[in-house]
């Protein structure tokens, strides 16, 4: 099976996918469970590889993904993906983030891994 359902139902595992992506390209790096992580690369990089195009239909649809949250300077999660974030890629092909793995929560002892944009 290609994807990996991370045991949430479909609009569960959407909208977590959704709020981290959010999150991973207002901060730059976020720190979550290995799988979550490595689900959320492919979201990443189908979305700065989106920006990348730069016009009006790419916009739509990475608003349509990312939440509305804005940052204390008042941009929002799209405008920071396609005014800062994308065009740090405009001369790479793919592979815009790097998931490390950091070791195990102590709680459950899920392995852990933090997600950067390089």
Do not use: C
């Not at 730059?28 to 989106?50: F, N, P, Q, W, Y």
């Not at 405009?90 to 983030?97: A, H, I, S």
């Amino acid at each position: 099976m290609w994807n990996r359902r991370l045991g949430r139902t479909a609009d569960h595992r959407v909208a977590l996918l959704k709020n981290m992506a959010t999150d991973l390209i207002l901060k730059g790096k976020i720190e979550t469970t290995e799988m979550k992580a490595k689900e959320l690369r492919s979201v990443v990089d189908h979305l700065i590889t989106t920006a990348k195009k730069g016009d009006l239909a790419a916009r739509r649809n990475a608003a349509a993904y990312l939440r509305n949250v804005t940052t204390k300077d008042g941009k929002t999660a799209v405008q920071v993906l396609f005014d800062e974030v994308a065009p740090k890629y405009k001369d790479r092909n793919g592979g815009y983030t790097r998931v490390t793995k950091t070791g195990i929560r102590r709680g459950d002892a899920a392995p852990m891994a933090t997600i950067e944009l390089l």
